[in-house]
């Protein structure tokens, strides 16, 4: 029996991540699992002993390395000071570490300590490493020469799992996407066809979910849903149907292109499924932008105010929407600042989040960048942390960072006027259905509104008083969901004045 410890590096604090917002609400659970670690688990053989550990919930000791034979690591960009130190901790115990996922995949030749690197989608590879690792012939580096059918891919060990530590569960229906959008690695990472699981193959993932007791969010971490319309509308019918069977014990979230807004039907059949809510990728309200950096899905030149009236559509079908904006991009200008601020708060963005532009390592924007001798030389540690900069920017530097800071600052305001006024834009022209609002009886909803002003700011306590009285009078079915995004902005806003990294020191003359 071979010992194999799966690690799951801790993620970096950054103002995206939920921990802030979770706290606010008296929720002391992780936001997301550790979704590709435990995929990998279900492809180990039955003669493997398995234990789990995700470092966001719990620390590495030294009798979880005492115990291993094996550890097997997976990790993001942003995990990748974790992944350091879990590979040191390994080292000094003399522990195998086997590395993969999307940070080792990037950035393998930065990566010191691994003794075998398991890169891109492993469906096709990960048997043939056993093996050679079982017979000592075991390669440094193993890489997928193809995109691996997703029918292959094995129901995740969500048993490892303890799910009463973690917020949300995830379920992956597709890879790929099928725009390339200058500043992203995803198709670098998985394609630009869009690849899916079967719906047989998502049902039974729900099913493993809902057996194992889980009730609640579950989030469709595809980067793009609508990828493949024809298989998604293949799914989305039967996902309504087991859902309305089980009186809808799964609120469901994913991540989409804009373009979804024109697919009436698709979003139809969401929202009967159960979709509560969706990331968009909107980046900025500049067309010219948008195009420079090969958005031309959020462009549509018939309609100046595409955007917005995306958000639209997708708001009256009765799904929230949440936005992505970047800052830095060329083509913008100082101007940007206030269009950003303004078209946040026209959409009804409640959860707007905005960053700096980090140029990722194999993107087309890397390789433009690094040809116009633009990009920085690292000088201490990473420069892909949260809200860093690797790149001169067109714009003055310092006006980027204090343009940045002043849309933060507004769209968050220490008061949380304009986040509640983007919630109640929101209120005003989202559709209501009824299966996406879980109901509360009104001592515990009271129960509620008591836990959440106590752990308001006192500042923030006037303009939630205004924001839940007009909720309770006009949109009194939707007073939880309120009482969740103030929550929620109130995390945020608690973050808005940390300062993102600016190194200067090594850009090109």
Same mark, same amino acid.
């Not at 039955?46 to 390395?65: F, G, I, K």
């Not at 995990?79 to 950035?107: D, F, H, W």
């Not at 923030?460 to 929550?487: I, M, N």
């Given at each position: ?50 234990? *789990?550990? /995700? ?100 129901? @995740? ?31 670098? *990472? ?6 899916? =699981? ?21 989030? *469709? ?22 859902? =309305? ?71 009256? =079908? ?59 030389? @690292? ?33 968050? /305001? ?19 259905? @009824?299966?996406?609002?879980?109901? *509360? ?28 009285? =007009? ?39």
């Amino acid at each position: 029996m071979t010992n194999a410890l799966l690690v799951y590096p801790q993620n970096a604090s950054s103002e995206w991540g939920g921990s802030l917002s979770l706290d606010v609400l008296g929720i002391k659970r992780v936001e997301y699992i550790p979704l590709g670690l435990i995929t990998v688990a279900a492809m180990l053989p039955p003669e493997y002993e398995l234990r *789990l550990v /995700d470092m966001n919930v719990e620390p590495l000791t030294d009798a979880h390395l005492k115990w291993a034979d094996l550890v097997f690591t997976s990790s993001m960009v942003v995990q990748m000071k974790s992944l350091k130190t879990v590979i040191e901790r390994c080292n000094q115990a003399g522990v195998t570490v086997i590395a993969g996922g999307p940070y080792p995949t990037s950035y393998h030749e930065e990566i010191d300590g691994v003794d075998h690197f398991v890169l891109d989608e492993v469906e096709d590879t990960f048997a043939g490493f056993l093996r050679d690792l079982e017979n000592g012939t075991a390669r440094p580096v193993y890489r997928s020469l193809q995109r691996p059918d997703m029918a292959s891919s094995p129901v @995740p060990r969500f048993d490892l799992l303890n799910i009463k530590k973690y917020f949300s569960m995830s379920v992956q229906f597709s890879r790929g996407c099928p725009f390339d959008c200058e500043f992203c690695d995803i198709t670098k *990472l998985f394609g630009k066809v869009t690849r899916t =699981k079967t719906a047989e193959q998502i049902i039974t993932e729900f099913n493993a979910l809902y057996e194992l007791g889980w009730r609640g969010n579950l989030f *469709l971490v595809d980067d793009n849903f609508v990828g493949n319309k024809r298989e998604a509308m293949n799914l989305l019918p039967m996902l309504a149907e087991w859902q =309305k069977q089980r009186n809808y014990p799964f609120l469901l979230y994913t991540e989409a292109s804009v373009n979804m807004a024109r697919m009436d039907d698709l979003m139809s059949a969401m929202v009967n499924a159960g979709f509560k809510s969706v990331f968009l990728g909107i980046e900025t309200p500049n067309p010219k932008a948008l195009i420079k950096m090969k958005k031309q899905q959020n462009v549509y030149e018939k309609d100046e105010n595409y955007l917005l009236t995306a958000v639209r559509k997708i708001q009256k =079908k009765g799904m929230q929407v949440t936005g992505g904006f970047i800052l830095g991009v060329d083509g913008d200008d100082e101007s940007v600042f206030d269009a950003q601020i303004e078209f946040i708060q026209q959409a009804g963005i409640p959860y707007a989040m905005v960053g700096v532009l980090t140029a990722l390592k194999n993107t087309d924007l890397y390789q433009r960048l690094e040809r116009e001798k633009r990009l920085l030389k @690292p000088s201490s540690g990473s420069f892909y942390e949260m809200m860093s900069i690797n790149f001169k920017p067109a714009m003055d530097v310092s006006v980027l960072y204090e343009g940045h800071q002043r849309v933060l600052k507004t769209i968050y /305001d220490p008061t949380l006027d304009n986040f509640f006024e983007r919630c109640l834009t929101h209120f005003k022209h989202v559709r209501f259905v @009824p299966h996406l609002h879980k109901s *509360l009886s009104e001592s515990a909803l009271s129960a509620a509104i008591f836990m959440l002003r106590q752990r308001l700011h006192p500042r923030q306590l006037p303009a939630f008083t205004k924001f839940f009285d =007009k909720v309770s009078s006009e949109y009194p079915r939707l007073r939880l969901e309120a009482l969740r995004l103030a929550g929620v902005g109130a995390g945020f806003q608690k973050v808005t004045g940390r300062d993102f990294k600016v190194q200067l020191q090594s850009v090109p003359d």
